[in-house]
């Protein structure tokens, strides 16, 4: 006999919910000594730190400083995108479960979730005394990171394909290697450079923050201005980096809305 | 004789996109001064972090962890739950659904895009001058996050609700804030939850490295071993940080699972 599932009693899970989240809130402020006072004290205390920016330090020598570090966070983001994306195009193939076999997939699953659980700061200072001070070391542990997130959306995206014109192909006498490479790269192509867009735009806030463990990027800027105090140049470098992280943004989301959605003719 | 349809030119974004993307690439691995030599010679130095990086010492970093673990888990909690919460009315601010005047809309959205681009740890680097060294600072940079994150989720999926409930509630006489309570709200509440559980996940990940700039959490651990290059106490911090994320995760997506 087949029993339809009991609902949850929704007024009880509700409650519990509310009060759940009430208590491991109160847990954690009084865990952290938050205190309410410190909490309406924070705007003031953040509003006095923004008035300290401005004026912005707008002299040359600030920009010479400052803009050489933006874009080697830019070319950090890209390079580092270019490694994943080119390392885990293959391995996404092996991960998906309709064009490897189920062991291999799975274990190549296992890889690809143990690969992505390291932050790309973690990555980037175990790298760092290998291989030193400087952007390939923010560049590498961008690219590895990029390689498990990549390699799993990819396969997925592989996993969801047509099987239509595979069947097509196997029909007409293609061999594996020509289901492989008339039949489903064409169909995912698409989906994966625009996930490889989007990483690049993750991968840019990534680069960004790389430079506080001495990898390279406009976050070394930041840190250093901040510990010295010089709060006008801080604010150069946060408006320098919100310009770029936007322009990218907007280019590479018109990109990938043209790849996704394909030419818009008029009619 | 069979008439085959000429093949489709390809489009400007192939024929001038990956030349570009080629060159960029090119020009990108020379500036970050990928150099074969010197990588080959640090290589030898691999040992430093190697060796020690194999033989973890489980014992100490157990000892010194579990607090400041601890402190990350409720830094994630208390940032995820009170950056939600201000993210629930700022998104109905924010879309265009639910805001009917459009210079408030267009504040409110370019607000929550502003706050997006700043990376998490730019925020904590800031309220740790603005408020002082500790948690507090992490709590709030990880705010800024889970509001950032919450507000674009949230108010895109406000702009996509279904317009029927709110028009039965228009016709019966509600004002506009009536509607939005009673037929927006309960339409994105299931979505808001499922939003919360993943930034909640975002949260405890970002919040392992809110230490190395003196955030508080567990990241302060790492940063001090870190500068003495202690890394046989590093590799087991970094494992059991994984454990515990990974172990939270899961619940968290069981949960979700359950509720959606």
């Given at each position: ?8 009693n ?11 989240i009430?208590?491991?809130s109160?847990?954690s402020?009084?865990?952290?000594e938050?205190?309410?006072?410190r909490?309406i ?6 509003g ?8 912005l ?5 600030a ?6 570090k933006?874009?080697e ?7 580092g ?21 189920g062991?291999?997939s799975?274990?190549?699953?296992q890889?690809?979730?143990i690969i ?12 760092l ?6 952007p390939l ?6 690219g590895?990171?990029?390689i ?8 997925e995206?592989?996993?969801g394909i047509?099987e239509g ?8 006498g293609?061999?594996k ?5 008339f039949?489903i790269i064409?169909q995912?192509?698409p989906?994966i450079?625009?996930y490889?867009?989007y990483?690049f735009e993750?991968?840019?806030?990534a ?12 976050g070394?800027?930041?840190?250093n ?6 709060f ?12 770029l992280?936007?322009t990218?943004?907007a ?14 003719t008029?009619s | ?5 000429p093949?489709?030119?390809a ?9 570009f993307?080629?060159?960029f ?14 990588f080959?010679?640090?290589l ?11 033989n973890?010492k489980?014992?100490?970093a ?8 601890l ?13 939600c ?5 700022l ?10 005047n ?5 504040i409110?959205k ?9 990376p ?11 408020v002082?060294i ?9 705010v ?5 994150i919450?507000?674009?989720?949230l108010s895109e999926?406000i702009d ?8 039965a ?7 506009h804030?009536?509607?939005?309570f009673?037929s ?9 939850t499922?939003?919360?559980l993943y930034i909640?996940e ?10 190395l ?6 990241g302060r651990?790492?940063?001090t ?6 890394f046989?106490?590093?590799s087991p911090?970094?494992?059991i940080i994984?454990?515990v994320?990974?172990?939270i995760?899961q ?10």
């Amino acid at each position: 006999m087949n029993l339809p599932k009991q609902p949850l009693n929704h007024k009880i899970f509700r409650y519990t919910i509310t009060s759940l989240i009430i208590v491991a809130s109160i847990w954690s402020a009084a865990g952290l000594e938050i205190t309410l006072d410190r909490l309406i004290d924070a705007p003031k205390q953040v509003g006095i730190l923004i008035g300290a920016m401005f004026p912005l330090d707008m002299s040359t020598e600030a920009f010479n400083r400052i803009i050489p570090k933006v874009f080697e966070s830019l070319f950090i983001a890209w390079a580092g995108t270019v490694i994943g994306s080119f390392f885990s195009f293959p391995i996404s193939f092996l991960a998906a479960n309709n064009v490897a076999k189920g062991i291999v997939s799975k274990a190549t699953k296992q890889v690809l979730n143990i690969i992505r659980a390291f932050p790309e700061l973690i990555l980037a200072f175990i790298f760092l005394p290998i291989t030193g001070l400087g952007p390939l070391t923010g560049t590498l542990a961008i690219g590895i990171h990029s390689i498990g997130t990549l390699g799993k959306l990819s396969s997925e995206v592989i996993e969801g394909i047509d099987e239509g014109p595979l069947e097509a192909i196997k029909s007409s006498g293609g061999s594996k290697l020509n289901e492989l490479t008339f039949g489903i790269i064409p169909q995912v192509m698409p989906t994966i450079t625009s996930y490889w867009l989007y990483r690049f735009e993750i991968n840019l806030r990534a680069s960004a923050v790389l430079g506080v463990v001495g990898a390279g990027g406009v976050g070394q800027e930041l840190i250093n201005q901040l510990r010295f105090r010089d709060f006008p140049r801080a604010g150069t470098v946060l408006i320098c980096t919100i310009v770029l992280v936007l322009t990218a943004d907007a280019i590479s989301a018109t990109i990938r809305n043209r790849i996704i959605k394909g030419k818009v003719t008029k009619s | 004789m069979i008439n085959i349809p000429p093949k489709p030119k390809a489009s400007y974004l192939i024929k001038i996109g990956i030349p570009f993307a080629f060159i960029f690439s090119i020009f990108s691995f020379s500036r970050i001064g990928f150099n074969l030599s010197d990588f080959q010679e640090n290589l030898s130095n691999r040992k430093i972090v190697t060796e020690p990086l194999f033989n973890p010492k489980w014992q100490w970093a157990w000892d010194n962890t579990y607090l400041a673990l601890l402190e990350t888990i409720q830094i994630a909690i208390l940032a995820s739950i009170v950056g939600c919460a201000i993210a629930l009315p700022l998104s109905f601010y924010a879309s265009r659904a639910t805001n009917l005047n459009k210079y408030s809309y267009f504040i409110y959205k370019s607000f929550l895009n502003l706050i997006r681009t700043i990376p998490d740890l730019f925020w904590a680097m800031m309220f740790t001058v603005a408020v002082g060294i500790g948690p507090f600072a992490g709590v709030l940079a990880l705010v800024m996050f889970s509001l950032a994150i919450m507000g674009k989720l949230l108010s895109e999926t406000i702009d996509s609700i279904d317009p029927g409930p709110m028009e039965a509630a228009k016709a019966t006489g509600a004002s506009h804030n009536q509607t939005v309570f009673t037929s927006a709200l309960p339409q994105v509440l299931p979505n808001f939850t499922a939003y919360f559980l993943y930034i909640f996940e975002l949260c405890i990940r970002a919040s392992v490295i809110l230490g190395l700039v003196g955030a508080g959490g567990v990241g302060r651990i790492i940063e001090t071993q870190r500068i003495f290059l202690r890394f046989d106490r590093i590799s087991p911090i970094i494992v059991i940080i994984l454990v515990v994320v990974i172990f939270i995760e899961q619940f968290s997506v069981w949960i979700r699972k359950k509720i959606l």
